[in-house]
Every structure is written in C-alpha cells, then in structure tokens.
T-cell receptor, first 115, second 116 residues
C-alpha cells in the first residue's frame, strides 16, 4: 500500500520570504506521479504542481518548485517570494498509472503567511 | 464547460436519515471517485469507478453506496447517516489514459455534510 507523510502540521513564513513544505512517500510502483494541492478556506482543491516519477528534472510553476528525490522518496515544495494569497492548507498526493485517478493524500500542512 | 459539479453544497442530516450526494461531470471522463476530508487526515478514498457500470471500494467505504449508470454521474448514497460521517466530501474525475503524462484530475467544490 502507498503512504504519504507530511511531517509539518503547520508552517509560517514572512511575506516575500521562501518556505519549503516536506513530503515523503512510500511505494513499490514504478509508474507514478506526485502532486501538491492547495486548499484555501473555500476548500477548493487547486493543483499547484505535479511531477512524473520518470522525469529527472524538478517541476516548476512560477514561484512554486519541487525538490524530487526519487531514491529517498521525498517530494518537497518550495514557495518563493511568498504572498498573502499563498496562505492555505497544502496537500501532497501520490498517484500511480495502474490505479487510475485514485490518489493517496498526506495529512496536510497549514501555511500561514505573515505580513 | 462546467467541470465537476457537486450538489448539495451544504447539508444537515439527522442520525439514521439517508441521502444522496450528487456528482456530475461534463468532460466525458471515465474515472470518477469520491473522497472524504476529515481534520488531520487529508482526503481518503471512499469509492471509485473506471466507467459506467463499474465501481470499486476505496479505503473507507463502510456506510456508503455508489452506482455508475452513466458516464456523467456518480452519486454517493449514505444509507443510514451517522455522526462519524460528518465530513467534507469531494468528487473527482479524470480521463482514462495509458500514460502518466497529461492525466489531470478535476475536483468538485466539495459538499459539507453534518450529521446530528
């Protein structure tokens, strides 16, 4: 069975600073992908970034980037130049090709942004 | 293009009542699934479908039924509501692809259910 662990229940960052959210996972699958989702107070699930396991290059989306360490099964999210609008719950999620759109989620990290 | 639509958005039930959470998608997606979100636990898979007529159980299926009579709709039925089913419920859909790349998963906006 796949597991996803987010060891930081809460994180804080000063506006314009950089913060890194941690995620580790466990799997025996070879064809898989990883996601970071943002969930603001509205509870909407917003895809932040995705990483396919076969890609060696770390994914980036504007101010968001990941550090994907496949051997260590680590998938951290770095948010640069943090903005007040980044404050939300962030979920790390795992999916595998043969499981369709079944995802396994971590428990989440609440990110607070201080002005 | 409405994406994934969930109804109702909010519902209060009494213990023992039954109800159905509706989920509809207009993207002709084969895969659909239901998750529940509880504090401190992230989202957990309740039931899953790979196409019309085919459903399977997820991690926490007890107390819930599903059916998939059409590609578009995937309703979640609570047979006899219990306070433990108080949660936020999410429906999700995606295409059936043979590759990892481009498999985007779309989520509905969530349904808040309180059982008293």
């Amino acid at each position: 069975a796949q597991t996803v662990t987010q060891s930081q229940p809460e994180m804080s960052v000063q506006e314009a600073e950089t913060v890194t959210l941690s995620c580790t996972y466990d799997t025996s699958e070879s064809d898989y992908y990883l996601f970071w989702y943002k969930q603001p107070p509205s509870r909407q699930m917003i895809l932040v970034i995705r990483q396919e396991a076969y890609k060696q290059q770390n994914a980036t989306e504007n101010r968001f980037s990941v550090n994907f360490q496949k051997a260590a099964k680590s998938f951290s999210l770095k948010i640069s130049d943090s903005q007040l609008g980044d404050a939300a719950m962030y979920f790390c999620a795992f999916g595998a090709l043969r499981y369709g759109n079944k995802l396994v989620f971590g428990a989440g990290t609440i990110l607070r942004v201080k002005s | 293009n409405a994406g994934v639509t969930q109804t109702p958005k909010f519902q209060v039930l009494k213990t023992g009542q039954s109800m159905t959470l509706q989920c509809a998608q207009d993207m002709n997606h084969e895969y659909m699934s239901w998750y529940r979100q509880d504090p401190g636990m992230g989202l957990r898979l309740i039931h899953y479908s790979v196409g019309a007529g085919i459903t399977d159980q997820g991690e926490v299926p007890n107390g819930y039924n599903v059916s998939r009579s059409t590609t578009e709709d995937f309703p979640l039925r609570l047979l006899s509501a219990a306070p433990s089913q108080t949660s936020v419920y999410f429906c999700a859909s995606s295409r059936r692809t043979g590759t990892i790349s481009g498999n985007t998963i779309y989520f509905g906006e969530g349904s808040w259910l309180t059982v008293v």
